[in-house]
């Protein structure tokens, strides 16, 4: 079995110390492996180390400027740790490399949501929507608008 499979298998099974280790170890024989990082922010995420994940995260995207899904982990990481800016900065860096990925925009609603600025969420969802009309980042961001647009008044 790959390393990468194992990690995989660690996490499905919640074994993050674990995962952590073969990450380590990958990362040893291989420094420039952006997956490796990527896996251990996952690691990190289930073990609730915030700080730990986005480190490993922001590996990853050294390594690998588009990587998408380390992206998706810093988001979360910042997110627990109520750093909005901080996923504002990293969805824009995101969208600035890929403008097409909804996955970016969509944290970008989130994150001005939680600042109270209803006007930049809308227009980040909606712009969501556009790029995702079908998935599953696209009906999130229908949502979000719907509950907006019920329960909050409009003033940012």
């Known amino acids: 079995m790959s390393q990468l499979n194992q990690v995989h298998e660690c996490l499905a099974e919640r074994r993050y110390d ?14 420039d492996f952006p997956a490796a990082y990527h896996n251990m922010s996952a ?16 590996k990853a995207i050294a390594i690998e400027p ?10 979360i990481a910042y997110r627990r740790l109520k750093r909005y800016d901080d996923v504002i900065a990293a969805s824009k ?29 809308i227009a980040a969802y909606e712009k969501t929507t556009a790029l995702d009309p079908e998935g599953w980042s696209g009906s999130l961001a229908r949502a ?9 008044p409009a003033n940012k």
């Open 144 to 152: 979000r608008i719907s509950e907006l647009a019920a329960t909050q």
């Open 66 to 75: 588009d990587y998408t899904a380390a992206f998706n982990n810093m988001f």
């Open 93 to 121: 860096q995101l969208i600035a490399i890929k403008p097409d990925d909804p996955r970016g925009h969509y944290n970008l609603g989130l994150s001005y949501e939680k600042l109270g600025e209803k006007k930049a969420a």
């Open 43 to 58: 690691a990190y995420l289930g073990l609730k180390q915030y700080e730990d994940a986005v480190a490993a995260c922001k």
């Open 18 to 31: 674990d995962a952590i280790a073969i990450c380590e170890k990958a990362i040893a024989i291989k420094p």
